[in-house]
């Protein structure tokens, strides 16, 4: 079993639609639940973050964590177009230095 | 410059070539980073740097061969390689901090194809 699973998609939907992305996971000793995005032809870059469990919500973008669950989702409300890119989970504990643990990423295209 | 810059964005090699590829953080951070990114795979951690000294390295072949000779350069020296190290190889820097979150900011990376 993975540490960390995401569906690569491609995830295609219109303008202006919730987009809900997701990863479950299986170490129960991950502390830190991250999503990155990463634009073509560009390297990833951090979008937000959670520590432990709970919801995290900075504009648009709504980060939740269930860690009963090993499940993580990110929501984006009102998708635009320049949204489209390919986002992904990532996860690491807590204390000195942290490997961080990646899922494989989903592409999103947002249709105008 | 700011951020992580990355050099060469693309490499074309032969199988019996000799290359490197090099990485340059301007972020004033201690620990950098390797990893390789394929389609459909998750993110690839090859080797981690923390002030200078290699911590981690994952079980990566010896035709791949990092180098770290001050905090804010990182080099990937690729000899022998085979057509399936063909991916995306993306540097990455951090500040580590004690108890806190490793967030890493990432170069835009090199294309690499092997023929």
């Known amino acids: 079993q993975k540490e960390v699973e995401q569906d690569p998609g491609p995830l295609s939907v219109p303008e202006g639609a919730i987009v809900s992305l997701n990863c479950t996971y299986s170490?129960?000793?991950?502390?830190?639940f991250m999503w990155y995005r990463q634009y073509s032809r560009k390297g990833p870059e951090l979008l937000m973050y959670?520590?432990?469990?709970g919801n995290k919500e900075d504009g648009r973008f709504t980060a939740q964590v269930d860690k009963s669950s090993k499940y993580i989702s990110l929501f984006i409300r009102d998708s635009q177009p320049s949204d489209s890119a390919t986002y992904l989970c990532?996860?690491?504990?807590?204390?000195?230095?942290?490997?961080?643990?990646f899922g494989t990423g989903t592409k999103l295209q947002v249709i105008p | 410059e700011t951020g992580v810059t990355q050099t060469p964005r693309h490499l074309v090699m032969g199988m019996t070539n000799k290359k490197s590829l090099k990485c340059e953080q301007h972020?004033?951070?201690?620990?950098m980073y390797w990893y390789k990114q394929s389609a459909k795979k998750p993110l690839e951690l090859m080797f981690v740097?923390?002030?200078?000294?290699?911590?981690e390295n994952n079980s990566v072949p010896s035709r791949f061969s990092p180098e770290c000779p001050n905090s804010s350069h990182l080099f990937l020296h690729l000899h022998t390689l085979q057509p399936e190290d063909s991916a995306l190889y993306l540097c990455?820097?951090?500040?580590?901090?004690?108890?806190?979150?490793?967030?890493?900011?990432f170069g835009p990376g090199t294309r690499l194809t092997v023929l």
């Open positions: 990455a820097s951090s500040q580590e901090l004690a108890g806190g979150i490793n967030e890493q900011f």
């Open positions: 170490n129960s000793a991950f502390q830190y």
């Open positions: 959670t520590y432990s469990s």
């Open positions: 990532a996860m690491s504990g807590r204390g000195g230095y942290q490997k961080v643990t």
């Open positions: 972020l004033g951070h201690n620990a």
């Open positions: 740097y923390s002030l200078e000294e290699r911590v």
